[in-house]
């Protein structure tokens, strides 16, 4: 019985191995055989990736040549006139006894009394200047002249004269009219407010392929009302600057232009620009000043206006209307170009498809785009927005110079 047993199983073994090496045979016979049938020319077009061509019905059209003129707009911001602020220093080393300004950007007046110093060194020059009074009277027109280069003023030299008491306290006073600011807090061109966003073009006008609207920030100073770092008892050094003053009687109005605009301004171009809160209320001026400007890797132009209107505030926000002329150039209607990132895109017709092609643009508003790429009577989707899956990114290898 066992060996009648093995021999059973011996035997299904060897018909399973003999049924398996039947089927490998088969298989490989069938995979020898087989041929991929081509695909028909008819629809190869359709077999495409659709991030590289679109098989659509819409509508084409052709750009427009030809010049245009926009109206841009243009943020910008009053701000504190550079050239008229003055600094405050001590011109003698020692220990601040009194402390009058007590927070950024408060006014001052011409002569106003800042703060008052103890020095040794001017205590001692006041003790040379009594005793040459008294014992060489050739000498005291060099003593005196020593405590005015001192910082004393000339009628606080005859009060010691006249009294034989040193003054210990000299006081400092305001050199100007205008708002003071700590020297420490002046990081940047001071306004009453800390405004951090740069200034950056409106809807009327952006740029494109490089030319984005500025988008910088801008380093604030201290805000107004902040309370200054400077202390009773804090020593100074002689020459050190500690204030400075700032006129509020001349003011800037100070604009972002973007790239695509810079280069149609120039020192002595007429601007229009009114308050964000009153716009019914236009300014006219001109371009005094005009400083390219890389920050935060963002390059833009800051423009100035000088303001000879008073009824300006430091701080304001202002709109420029400025028109720009654009000439030789192609236009397309906005919804006709697709932009990925900083890429421009058109879809053009080739064959009864539509394929994506890279082209160069300048600025654009809510209705064209300007084309620097040559896009003579060249078939062009009416909307490539339609073109695009939302989530895919176009595959380009062809572009228009």
């Known amino acids: 019985m066992r060996n009648n047993y ?17 089927k490998e045979k088969a298989a490989t016979a069938a ?23 679109v098989v659509s019905a819409i509508p084409v059209l052709t750009a427009v040549p030809g010049t245009r003129i926009y109206s841009a707009e243009i943020n910008g911001v009053v701000i504190y006139d550079t050239r008229q602020q003055t600094s405050i220093a001590s011109r003698v080393a020692g220990r ?23 020095s040794p060194d001017l205590a001692a020059a006041q003790r040379e200047l009594l005793f040459v009074a008294k014992h060489n009277a050739a000498m005291l027109g060099s003593a005196k002249e020593k405590l005015l280069l001192a910082g004393m003023q000339l009628a606080q030299i005859n009060e010691v004269l006249r009294t034989g008491k040193i003054l210990y306290r000299i ?4 050199n100007n009219n205008g708002y003071i600011l700590e020297k ?73 232009f ?20 009153n716009d019914g209320q236009m300014q006219s001026g001109k371009i005094g000043l005009i400083e ?12 100035r206006v000088y303001l000879v209107n008073a009824g300006f505030q430091p701080g304001q926000l202002l709109t420029a209307n400025m028109p720009v002329v654009y000439r030789n150039s192609w236009w397309l209607p906005k919804e006709a170009v697709w932009m990925q990132g900083r890429q421009a895109f058109i879809f053009l017709k080739e064959n009864g ?5 890279q082209i160069r643009t300048g600025i654009s508003n809510k209705e064209a785009v300007q084309v620097l790429s040559d896009l003579r009577n060249l078939p062009i989707a009416s909307n490539a927005y339609y073109m695009v899956d939302s989530e895919s990114f176009i595959k380009v290898t062809d572009s228009i110079q």
């Open 353 to 357: 498809v539509f394929k994506p092609v």
């Open 171 to 174: 006081p400092v006073y305001s």
């Open 258 to 277: 973007p790239p695509a605009f810079s280069a149609a301004i120039s020192t002595g171009t007429s601007i229009l620009f009114h308050l964000n809160e």
């Open 292 to 303: 390219p400007v890389f920050r935060n890797g963002e390059n833009f132009t800051l423009a």
């Open 96 to 118: 601040i006894e009194k402390l009058l300004i007590k927070y950024n950007y408060q006014p001052v007046r011409k002569g106003q009394l800042i703060m008052e110093i103890y």
């Open 184 to 256: 420490s807090a002046a990081t940047a061109v001071p306004a009453p407010a800390a405004i951090s966003a740069a200034p950056a073009a409106g809807d009327g006008m952006s740029g494109m392929a490089g030319g984005g609207a500025a988008t910088a920030s801008k380093p604030a100073a201290a805000p107004a009302g902040s309370p200054v770092l400077l202390r009773e008892g804090q020593y100074v050094a002689a020459g050190q600057s500690l204030f400075t003053i700032y006129q509020n009687d001349q003011l800037v109005a100070e604009f972002a």
């Open 31 to 53: 995979k020898a055989g087989h041929h991929e049938t081509p695909v028909d020319s008819s629809v190869a077009h359709l077999t495409q990736s659709v991030n590289r061509q």
């Open 6 to 22: 093995i021999v059973k199983i011996s035997i299904c073994a060897v018909a399973v191995l003999l049924l398996a090496a039947c």
